[in-house]
């Protein structure tokens, strides 16, 4: 609904009450008929229509007994307001709703006539613009109760200004989807907070580990140091070898320089004499094969030059025999063709065309007959295909029918099963989770209790048994405190060490326990002794408010409380030195004091503790619990049967999550299919109803259609006959043409093959005669050649049988020439050495082969040596691989004794150290896990800021609506105020104006010439104008078309009636109210007057338009 000026609105035309409830008694005129009728068609409750039930409001008199129900009809329309005061009415906009209530406390309702629900009659006014859930239909009493509404509602159903505030403002609908995220929001802060304490839990397992890591890999850099140290030792050893091994090789080549040149000149010489005799053989060879050539080619030639005279006058013969019969040939087929082709070509085209001719009468008269025949065909085929698919689909509704509600109940079932499922799921990793952690505080706690010392854990275990049962345990044990003060209470408390017991009898029983055993010995704390203790523990007041640290301490069993103060008494605990010395030494009295750091102040004025490792470790931050190996591993159990069942229950409702799918897709297949076919089969049965008449239609065309059997038959006996004529022409032009065919083909294959041999023949004999010319040519030159070479070799024959003779005797010669040589220089060069040096120098050759692979095989050990070193791999550190000594690096080494002394340094410190190396494998698993749980706490923490944000999102929202609401309806309502009181003030304040929604709306009001008061301090007047003043700021933020009020001036003095009754005249043009009033100032200044009157308990109505009757003179 809008406020605007010449907008729609609705409006009520008049109201029937049928048989509906009248009072008796007094007051006689029954006006509540018309609030509670109102209330009653607008779907109010009995009670809040003051009466226990519906059918209470039935009418019930002397008169009219027994009725069954009463109706209550509203009748409205649409207008559109006009100057003066008037409007005007919008065709077709009335309509009317009524609510009939009956003797069974049932109702009904109806729009116009028809039967409808209630929420279709909210919807309807709704649209209209009237708020059912906010109603403006407040009688003298509800006035001032929505001004007196408290700031905020109470309990979650309750309502205060508030809360009636926002749902006219409209942002209580984001209420409860801010709770919901709110509550989200809370439970990720609680699961964040579980992975982070699992993430400090592993870190601090991580960090235990650390230092054993540390030493292993320590321990692995210094043996990788130690490995590199006798790699170079290797490298150094192989590259000395090398040196000495190409030394000995440089010896070896000398020697066999010096034997090389004797060796040389007497291959050469060997060399010369082969390569002459080799010349000799080649120049005999070449002279016979000259000789024999010339005496094979002179008959050779004699003979070509008679074929070549032969040959060339046959080819001339057939040349000339060829030309003669190619033109006799050209000339008879020419004549053959055009004689025989002429003479059928015209028949034959004239046949063709008569057939052609009657074909396409026979075809035009057969074509409507034809056209029918299809028609027919495809029709029934049509009604054939449409019965079938009817068929079809009607068993396939009746499968379908069957199929789909065993199939729905199964998707029940699974459905019920994957929700159970779902919840056994949550209910385990709850479960799972607790017992981890349950599991992991356990093995910490016996981890802890194995640290004990024999004679704690010697009288815990008697304890466990039964045979000491009043030892309590070590007093550090059965406390807890803050980190931030163990360092203090570990430094001032010795007694910490002390076992507790409940008498001093079971303090001796422990003693003669220990003694008997010879386990050691024991403090011990009788709490029967230290009763007298009591009264002091009980707080005081200190020093700067410095806390005590025996308050500090929390424990598990009262009874143990004063044992802790027997061990601390009012020892205080203060932040630092500084501090601890102003609050030790007061006036009054001295205190025993201790500061974080662990220094101490006793009573007497000394100090003692602090130092850089102060005492710590001797009391947890937690309660310490004794549990044995046997609970520990039954925990453990449970803990794996719930996680093989959390995984059993996880694949299950995998499994049944995916089935789920698959057979509410199936379902939704089904129900799709199911409608589809329902809907088509009607359309297909008046589709095979159309059909089969239209296959009658159509067989009877086909009847009228048919075609004259006799003139039918005799076009086609035209056909025929023409058909006949046509291809015995043909038969005859086809025989024609074949013989031209064949005399064309004979021509061709006689002139081929007469011409082909003498082509052939021609060929062969013009190849002949180039091979002849060609070996004539070869033949001649070969003559030229022969002549000359057989001229050379006669003449080179003499000089190289005197040159093999010459090479003979050289060569005879070569022997002793290098015996001489061989004598004359081992004596000009070496006059002194005997002939023995030979074999010296053999020896030595022997020797050096023998140092040289003697030096190969130790080379070959130290590259073994090489091979089997290698580095540890460490983690976190790149892989580093032992680096090649370059030349000027090996050269640089003088001895290898220097690294030789290393490696003993190296290798001693390792053995010093005793590292545990699968420290390192044990921390890297740490690690991941430490790394795996970060990443659960990043992933929630991420979850938890996407939800918190939301509900920031949503929170700001809300509050950025309701204060923009909220900012026009309070100034509209001091506006209002203003002119209702001519001079006061009045405003909604904000009871928290940081937060609107923690303490809610206070309605604060000053009266004229008055000071500011809450508005439950007013008058009854005064809380009435405030109260309206409010209404009509609502009214103004969210218009209404009706409103209905009931009194409102009844605590209104004169002059305020007259103020409220023109400012509703006069403000309020856009809406329509519906006043009940028994002052004159109020109801002289209405539009319309309705009288209500009753008389023989039987409510009545005149109404009355005062314009009228004051135009006619009658007021």
Not at 451 to 473: D, E, F, H, T, W
Request: with cysteine; proline share 3%; charged share 30%.
């Amino acid at each position: 609904m809008t406020n605007e000026a010449g907008a729609p609105r609705l409006m009520i035309t008049h109201i029937v009450n049928l048989n509906f409830k009248s009072y008796a008694g007094l007051p006689p005129h029954g006006k509540s008929n018309v609030i509670d009728s109102m209330l009653f068609v607008f779907g109010y409750r009995a009670q809040k229509i003051r009466s226990k039930k519906l059918s209470v409001l039935i009418h019930n008199s002397d008169e009219h007994q027994d009725l069954d129900s009463c109706t209550v009809e509203v009748h409205f329309q649409k207008i559109i307001d006009k100057e003066d005061d008037d409007y005007q009415v919008i065709p077709n906009s009335t309509f009317s709703v009524s609510r009939t209530g009956y003797r069974d406390n049932t109702s009904v309702y109806h729009i116009s006539g028809k039967k409808k629900t209630f929420k279709e009659v909210g919807k309807l006014v709704g649209s209209h613009g009237i708020d059912l859930d906010h109603n403006r239909l407040p009688n003298s009493g509800e006035v001032e109760q929505i001004a007196m509404m408290k700031p905020k509602g109470q309990t979650e159903h309750d309502e205060g200004m508030l809360e009636y505030l926002e749902d006219i403002i409209g942002c209580g609908r984001l209420k409860e989807p801010i709770q919901v995220l709110c509550r989200r929001v809370e439970i990720l802060n609680e699961q964040r907070g579980e992975k982070l304490n699992r993430v400090k839990m592993v870190e601090k397992e991580k960090d235990a580990l650390e230092g054993e890591k540390n030493i292993a890999i320590e321990f692995l850099t210094l043996e990788n140091e130690v490995f590199k140290k006798k790699n170079h030792v290797c490298q150094y050893y192989i590259y000395d070898l090398q040196k000495r091994i190409a030394e000995m090789e440089t010896q070896k080549e000398k020697i066999h320089e010096d034997t090389k040149d004797i060796n040389k000149k007497s291959s050469e010489l060997a060399d010369q004499m082969k390569a002459k005799t080799k010349a000799l053989k080649d120049i005999e060879k070449k002279l016979n094969k000259v000789t024999k050539f010339i005496e094979e080619n002179k008959e050779k030639f004699t003979q070509l030059d008679l074929e070549d005279v032969q040959v060339r006058e046959k080819m001339k013969h057939a040349k000339n025999k060829a030309k003669k019969l190619e033109k006799q040939l050209q000339k008879d087929k020419e004549k053959s063709q055009e004689k025989e082709l002429m003479e059928f070509s015209k028949t034959v085209n004239e046949a063709r065309s008569k057939m052609d001719v009657a074909q396409s009468e026979l075809d035009i008269y057969l074509s409507h007959h034809n056209t029918a025949v299809s028609q027919l065909s495809e029709a029934k085929k049509a009604l054939t295909t449409a019965s079938e698919t009817l068929k079809e689909r009607k068993t396939a509704i009746r499968n379908l029918e069957i199929k789909l509600p065993p199939t729905e109940q199964d998707l029940k079932q699974k459905e019920s099963e994957l929700q159970n499922l779902t919840k056994e799921a949550i209910d385990l990793d709850s479960s799972v989770r607790d017992l981890l952690q349950k599991v992991e505080e356990a093995k910490s706690s016996l981890a802890t209790n194995h640290s004990r010392g024999k004679v704690l854990n010697a009288l815990i275990q008697q304890k466990k048994s039964g045979k000491i049962p009043g030892i309590y345990g070590r007093l550090g044990d059965l406390g807890a405190i803050d980190e931030k003060y163990d360092i203090a209470i570990s430094s001032c408390c010795g007694a910490l060490d002390y076992i507790v017991v409940d008498t001093i009898d079971t303090a001796q029983i422990c003693v003669n326990f220990l003694k008997k055993q010879n386990i050691g010995v024991a403090t011990f704390i009788g709490l029967d002794k230290i009763k007298v203790l009591e009264k002091h523990m009980n707080p005081l007041q200190t020093p700067e408010n410095t806390p005590r640290l025996f308050d500090l301490v929390k424990v598990k069993d009262e009874k143990i409380r004063r044992a802790f103060y027997f061990a601390l008494h009012d020892t205080l605990v203060a932040n630092n030195l500084d501090q601890a010395t102003r609050v030790a030494f007061q006036k009054d009295k001295r205190w025993r004091v201790v500061t974080l750091q662990g220094q101490i102040i006793e009573q007497s004025g000394t100090m003692t503790g602090g130092g850089s490792k102060p005492m710590k470790g001797r009391m947890g931050s937690s309660f310490v619990v004794e549990v044995s190996e046997e609970e520990v591993t039954k925990m453990e159990s449970k803990l794996q049967k719930d996680s093989q069942r959390a995984v059993q229950v996880q694949e299950r409702k995998a499994q049944l999550e995916e089935t789920v799918i698959k057979l509410r897709h199936s379902v939704q297949d089904m129900r799709n299919t199911l409608e589809k076919f329902t809907a088509s089969i009607q359309s297909l049965s008046e589709q095979e109803a159309y059909l089969d008449i239209q296959v009658k239609e159509l067989e009877a065309n086909v009847r009228d259609t048919a075609p004259d059997k006799k003139k039918q038959k005799l076009l086609e006996t035209n056909i025929n006959i023409f058909k006949k004529e046509y291809e015995c022409v043909a038969a005859k032009a086809g025989k024609v043409e074949a013989e031209v065919k064949r005399l064309h083909n004979l021509i061709v294959e006689i002139n081929n093959h007469k011409l082909k041999a003498q082509q052939d023949k021609l060929d062969k004999i013009n190849q002949q005669l180039d091979q002849c010319a060609s070996a004539i040519t070869k033949a001649q030159v070969a003559v030229k050649t022969a002549d000359r070479n057989l001229k050379k070799a006669q003449d080179s024959v003499l000089p190289p049988e005197k040159e093999i003779k010459d090479n003979g005797k050289e060569v005879e010669n070569l022997p002793h020439e290098l015996q001489n040589l061989e004598e004359k220089a081992t004596e000009e060069s070496l006059p002194g050495i005997p002939k023995e040096l030979l074999n010296l120098i053999k020896l030595k050759l022997e020797q050096l082969d023998s140092h040289i692979s003697e030096h190969h095989s130790k080379v070959k050990y130290w590259e073994k040596e090489i091979s089997r070193i290698s580095l540890h791999p460490i983690e976190d550190n790149p892989v580093e691989e032992i680096s090649v000594l370059s030349q000027e690096d090996l050269e640089a080494i003088k001895s290898p004794d220097s690294l030789t002394n290393q490696i003993a340094l190296l290798e001693a410190q390792c053995h010093e150290m005793k590292p545990n190396l699968g420290s390192i494998a044990e921390y890297k698993k740490k690690e991941e896990l430490y790394l795996h749980r970060v990443a659960e706490l990043d992933k929630i923490t991420t979850e938890r800021e996407r939800f918190r944000n939301a509900y920031e999102d949503l929170r700001k929202q809300r509050l950025n609506e309701f204060m923009a609401g909220f900012n026009i309806i309070t100034n509209k309502l001091k506006e209002n105020y203003q002119m209702l009181t001519l001079g006061g003030d009045a405003e909604l304040e904000l009871v928290d104006s940081l937060d609107p929604f923690s303490e809610g709306i206070m309605f604060s009001v000053r009266p004229p010439k008055k000071s500011w008061k809450k508005i439950f301090n007013l008058s009854g007047g005064e809380k009435t104008l405030s109260s309206l003043a409010l209404v009509f700021a609502l009214h103004h933020y969210k218009p209404t078309p009706l409103y209905f009020m009931d009194e409102i001036d009844a605590a209104l003095d004169f002059k305020n009636v007259s103020i409220v009754a023109f400012y509703i005249y006069e403000q309020t043009k856009n809406a329509q109210f519906i006043i009940i009033s028994l002052r004159n100032n109020m109801f002289e200044i209405a539009d319309r007057l309705i009288g209500i009157y009753k008389t023989h308990n039987i409510t009545k109505s005149v109404a009355i338009n005062p314009k009228v009757i004051a135009s006619k003179g009658l007021c």
